[in-house]
């Protein structure tokens, strides 16, 4: 049997070093992706809570029917975790992220709703709960929660669900207070 050369083994070893660093700078790239990944994931902001989610007295007086009540009796508290969408972009052409906030902010300006997808891409309508102030233009998510527009945010408030359609109603003294610390540099 033939003795390989020092050559050879010098080709030997200069390839399993190149395979280590390889592997090594991808998997510290990896690494930075996920952690990256898990930045990008992090709520920026929480919006609304879980002890205090509820409907106001605005929206009881509201329900005027039967059939509204029973509606209300359906909603239930309900934290979500997900992206803030300008829904009509979203809907239409399944625009979102950081690419679409010039779009996205003339659309929530010019009154299209704003919505949040979760994980699992169901997309919530945003609603200021109190029936009311909001029927009457005296409360507006576009000022508050349309500057958070592709940002990764938490809200909890009360959810219905008619027809597949998911709305979630949060409450504006909950949305500007949190909003006002979001802006001061504070959670």
């Not at 005027?64 to 309900?78: F, I, T, Y």
């Not at 709703?113 to 945003?126: C, K, M, Q, S």
């Amino acid at each position: 049997m033939k003795r390989k050369s020092y050559a050879y083994w010098t080709a030997i070893a200069v390839g399993i070093a190149t395979a280590v660093s390889v592997s090594m700078s991808r998997s510290k790239e990896a690494a930075q992706a996920r952690t990256e990944s898990a930045a990008a994931t992090m709520p920026i902001v929480t919006v609304g809570d879980p002890s205090t989610a509820r409907w106001t007295a605005t929206t009881y007086e509201a329900a005027a029917s039967e059939a509204n009540k029973k509606v209300l009796a359906q909603g239930r508290r309900l934290t979500v975790t997900g992206e803030i969408v300008d829904v009509s972009c979203y809907l239409q052409l399944g625009k979102r992220g950081e690419g679409h906030i010039a779009c996205g902010s003339k659309c929530i300006a010019a009154g299209e709703p704003i919505g949040i997808v979760d994980a699992d891409t169901t997309l919530y309508v945003l609603f200021a709960e109190e029936h009311h102030p909001r029927r009457d233009g005296q409360v507006s998510l576009k000022k508050t929660v349309g500057s958070l527009l592709a940002k990764n945010v938490t809200v909890t408030g009360m959810m219905t669900e008619n027809r597949g359609n998911h709305a979630l109603f949060l409450q504006a003294a909950e949305i500007d207070s949190v909003m006002g610390r979001a802006q001061n540099g504070k959670q």
